[in-house]
């Protein structure tokens, strides 16, 4: 079993910044892939960023330049830093662990932009 706690969402203006937090506990040595998925209202749920132990990271179109994924492995702990904010930013934010078993998920932390 993986725990995964997110923080650090909330209300921020255009053009701003907020930073994600998403701690993970449990099996943790099963880690490699952490990964930020956002759902938007009346949206499917989407891949924002991913990154592997050894720092390999992915991006959405949608952020890359904008957006960027970190990792402390000994805190296993990554991080979303999220700038120049726009409207279409606003949704829920999961973090996601993918496992040979099965794919564990936060509980989410709502981020909204307002314009």
């Known amino acids: 079993q993986v725990q995964l706690v997110e923080s650090g969402g909330g209300l921020v203006q255009a053009g701003g910044s907020l930073r994600l937090s998403c701690a993970a506990s449990g099996s943790i040595s099963q880690i490699n892939v952490m990964a930020w998925y956002r759902q938007a209202p009346g949206k499917q749920r989407e891949l924002v960023a991913s990154?592997?132990?050894?720092?390999?990271?992915v991006y959405a179109d949608s952020v890359k330049g904008r957006f960027t994924i970190s990792r402390d492995n000994a805190e296993n702990t990554i991080y979303l830093s999220m700038n120049s904010l726009k409207s279409e930013d606003t949704a829920v934010y999961f973090c996601e662990v993918p496992t040979f078993t099965t794919d564990y998920w936060g509980q989410g932390t709502r981020v909204t932009v307002s314009s």
């Open positions: 990154i592997t132990t050894d720092g390999s990271t």
